[in-house]
């Protein structure tokens, strides 16, 4: 990588926005797991024809470009593996419009999921995905990883909301799909293809979101359990129940201590499992009552405690504890592997069952907590990347929780996506056949693999050994 | 940082320049689910990297601020340039443009004539409790420390400034001076004899004052300080004045220094303060988690970077419409009171809180 490319992108983007330098392309080097590889450079641009520019000079240079947003991703899918241009999209921040005729919204890549919620929130519409790093993950990360959030156990993921994308394909030429419209049967959905293909089809610059009335009424409860199996009990029975909460999110005991450590938001530290249940609604009688039900269901299972929250402030310091838990992990551990997996709602107290089994198997704390009603469970397994005993338990204790959730009807994302650290597990979840077709889908949009390469489908490496083959700096270990 | 202590990355300038641009501020420790303390880590990353520093550096940390009696002289030396006339020549000559110190002279504030000279010296009875001057706090604020003091009188304490206090050290804890700092450390803990609550009127000392014990880990005496330091706001609001306050019709709003709201989690106690207050009303300002940009000797140091955090917080002060912007620290009071419009009162909360229970009303007054 020569310095006269540095300058000649630089042309493109304006002065201070390429930078090649050791001490500054190292913050574009991680994302939000212990994966870290440097980047030969990267490249903030301001507009849809800058990316379009910039991706054709990497084309012709033959260089491999990654885009990012916060990265703040949980699968490795922004880490420049194999080095190349990182094309960071952040600078694209704006809302450009909040559509309240069409009740839509147009958003650059770059613009923070909270601050469109706060957005159209103020004008009474609601973007329900909500993943728990909404104030920094970017919308064009959440189309790139199809993310979710508590919410999408009543409102559906990122995917149910795009209706209209603008894709930088790899030539460098710009296509525009769908646009402000619910319903689109124009053949085959192009557009879905680029939703959760993290960035290795095409580069996302603006989205189309569509959006919802904001519910008037929200009511938050919490139930402590003293035993996690009549949690998760009490989850498969709600979820029976004919009720369709707005929210019912598990955190076992681990994960509610080292979040009281952290905020004092006054969980119960002796319970060994918490259910978080919200319901929200038109009316406030209607969302309460279905919250009723659901605290009958879990002092049915012997909940010690069920609270309803009074006020708004209090909701949200029970929001505030629920997304520290992921980072909160970092206390106990130097490093996590957070997983993602996915079974179907009856299978949650199986999962649970099994994830605790495989803990005791291999000695390693797994805590777990996630978004337990729609059968989306992030068992962490905590341990330091500096000992290669621990290491190798892990992908042990890794490779059996993918397989107990691929056995009982699950798959191994929900809502991180598969990036670098679940692509030797693909052909397992998916079968051949389908892995083949995804490759053969990506040659047609990217033939000559400069889009984020290596991502997404198995290496030649396999399985064995899969975590000590990730990009990681000996030593190194952020996240 | 990690990179270079690891090895992945060498200490070249462009590196530490990053690092160096690095407020301390604390927002990113107060908010860390993970509890990455990062005021720690940096203090530590600067001692060990540190550069030659140049001589004005070592005239500042050593001489300047490393004795009270250097400081007071130096600041009379100011209040002479203040008030000989050479203030205005140098000002009106543009002489400090051509120096490059124009923006840096308006951070001086108005050297008052007295100086609060701790010797012991007490007022009130009751619970004891010791006040803590500092460098800044005791000359160009002196008023604002003995309001202090009187405030604390008021609120049933017997409040006294022991002798042989001098300055707290965070400036040359910032500044990767770890031995200089632990020597103010060991001065200050060995002033500070006795019972009862440490108070300071100046947030980035109060978080210096409470890291003592994490900075003089083999000084068994450090631990039982650190507890007993209160920020002012703190010590008041957990107790009872011996009268109520008098009504003061007043919009405020209060700029929560990053040294209270990050560093020690205090945010509370001031708002419960203004409340008990009748006629004040607080307006709170957006972005309040936001730094001023001042900084501790930021604004000199990255004079750009500064400017700009002042504009926001000035900006998002004058949206609040507030008569006053009250603040807890010094270097938050300079730095506002050079961005803000002359409408617009730059105080500490102490002040504020002085004229509404130690100050007669006007009407008493008359009377």
Same mark, same amino acid.
């Given at each position: ?479 | ?15 530490? #320049? $990053?690092?160096?641009?690095? &407020?301390?501020?604390?927002? +990113?420790?107060?908010?860390? !689910?993970? /509890? ?109 420390? #003995? $309001?202090?003091?009187?405030? &604390?009188?008021?609120?049933? +304490?017997?409040?006294?400034? !022991?002798? /042989? ?127 001023? /940009? ?74």
């Amino acid at each position: 990588m020569t310095s006269s490319l540095a300058r000649e992108l630089e042309r493109i983007v304006g002065d201070g926005y390429v930078h090649d330098a050791p001490s500054e392309i190292i913050a574009y080097s991680y994302d939000g797991t212990f994966q870290q590889r440097r980047p030969d450079l990267a490249v903030s641009p301001a507009t849809t024809e800058q990316v379009a520019a910039v991706v054709k000079i990497a084309a012709r240079e033959g260089c491999p470009i990654i885009a990012r947003g916060a990265s703040s991703g949980l699968a490795g899918g922004t880490i420049p593996e194999r080095g190349g241009i990182i094309l960071n999209l952040a600078r694209m921040d704006r809302i450009l419009e909040i559509d309240t005729a069409n009740v839509c919204a147009v958003v650059e890549a770059g613009a923070i999921t909270l601050e469109l919620q706060q957005a159209v929130e103020k004008v009474g519409l609601f973007y329900p995905p909500d993943p728990a790093s909404s104030r920094q993950s970017t919308l064009g990360g959440n189309v790139a990883c199809n993310s979710g959030g508590p919410r999408c156990l009543k409102y559906g993921v990122t995917r149910d909301y795009v209706t209209g994308l603008t894709v930088v394909l790899a030539s460098g030429e710009v296509l525009k799909l769908g646009g402000k419209l619910t319903k689109n049967a124009t053949g085959p959905q192009l557009l879905q293809l680029f939703i959760g293909s993290e960035g290795t089809l095409g580069i996302v610059t603006e989205a189309i979101l569509k959006l919802l009335p904001l519910p008037r009424a929200r009511v938050t409860a919490t139930a402590a359990f003293p035993r996690v199996a009549h949690a998760s009990e009490a989850v498969a029975r709600i979820m029976a129940s004919g009720i369709l909460p707005c929210t019912l999110e598990l955190m076992d005991g681990t994960t509610i201590n080292v979040v009281e450590d952290f905020l004092e938001a006054g969980l119960p530290r002796d319970a060994q499992a918490l259910l978080l249940m919200e319901q929200d609604g038109a009316d406030e009688d209607m969302a309460r009552r279905d919250v009723e039900a659901m605290a009958g269901v879990c002092r049915e299972l012997g909940a010690s405690a069920v609270q309803v929250a009074r006020d708004a402030a209090e909701r949200e310091a029970l929001w505030a504890a629920r997304r520290a838990v992921s980072p909160a992990l970092g206390r106990l551990r130097p490093n996590k592997l957070g997983e993602d997996i996915v079974v179907p709602k009856s299978q949650v107290p199986a999962m649970i069952e099994d994830i605790a089994q495989i803990a005791r198997r291999y000695e390693l704390p797994i805590p777990v907590f996630g978004h337990a009603g729609d059968g989306n469970l992030h068992p962490n397994i905590l341990f330091d990347l500096r000992s290669s005993d621990e290491v190798h338990r892990v992908e042990l204790a890794a490779r059996d929780i993918f397989r107990a959730a691929i056995r009982l009807g699950g798959t191994l994302s929900g809502e991180h996506g598969i990036g670098t650290l679940k692509r030797e597990f693909m052909t397992e979840a998916q079968g051949p056949t389908a892995v083949e077709l995804g490759r053969a889908i990506k040659r047609v949009f990217d033939p000559r693999g400069l889009l984020n390469p290596g991502k997404l489908y198995p290496t030649d490496k396999g399985l064995e050994g899969f975590l000590a083959n990730l990009p990681v700096l000996a030593g190194f270990t952020p996240g | 940082m990690r990179a270079i202590v690891e090895g992945h990355l060498e200490v070249t300038s462009d590196a530490l #320049e $990053h690092l160096d641009s690095c &407020l301390l501020c604390e927002a +990113c420790s107060h908010v860390c !689910p993970s /509890g990455v303390e990062m005021e720690r880590l940096g203090v530590a990353f600067r001692e060990t990297a540190r550069r030659k520093r140049s001589w004005a550096e070592r005239f500042a940390f050593g001489w300047l601020f490393g004795e009270l009696g250097h400081f007071r002289a130096a600041a009379r030396l100011l209040r002479l340039y203040q008030r000989s006339g050479l203030q205005w020549l140098a000002r009106r000559l543009g002489l400090l443009g051509l120096l490059g110190l124009s923006d840096t002279e308006r951070l001086l504030p108005d050297i008052p004539d007295r100086f609060v000279e701790p010797e012991g010296q007490a007022i009130g009875s009751g619970e004891p409790a010791q006040v803590f001057a500092g460098c800044v706090m005791s000359t160009a604020f002196a008023a604002t420390t #003995e $309001h202090t003091a009187e405030l &604390l009188a008021a609120f049933g +304490c017997q409040a006294s400034f !022991p002798a /042989g206090q001098v300055c707290c050290g965070a400036l040359q804890l910032h500044g990767g001076d770890l031995d200089r700092a632990r020597e103010l450390a060991h001065a200050n803990v060995e002033a500070f004899q006795g019972e009862g609550p440490i108070v300071v009127n100046a947030a980035g000392c109060g978080a210096m004052l409470k890291h003592y014990e994490q900075l003089l880990p083999d000084e068994p005496r450090a631990q039982a300080f650190s507890r007993r330091v209160k920020d002012v706001s703190e010590a008041l609001a957990e107790r009872h004045p011996l009268q109520g306050p008098r009504e003061i019709r007043h919009t405020v709003t209060l700029q929560d220094a990053c040294h209270l709201l990050h560093a020690q989690h205090v945010d509370k106690a001031p708002r419960k303060l203004l409340k008990a207050i009748p006629g004040v009303e607080l307006r709170e300002m957006a972005e309040p988690g936001l730094c001023c /940009g001042s900084a501790g000797i930021y604004n000199v140091t990255h004079r750009q970077e500064s400017a700009e955090l002042q504009r926001r917080k000035c900006a998002n002060v004058l949206k609040t419409g507030a008569q006053t912007v009250l603040t807890g620290n010094p270097g938050c009071l300079l730095q506002l009171r050079a961005g803000l419009p002359k409408g617009v009162r730059v105080r500490h909360l102490v002040d504020l809180l002085w004229e509404a229970y130690c100050q007669p009303s006007p009407n008493e007054a008359v009377s």
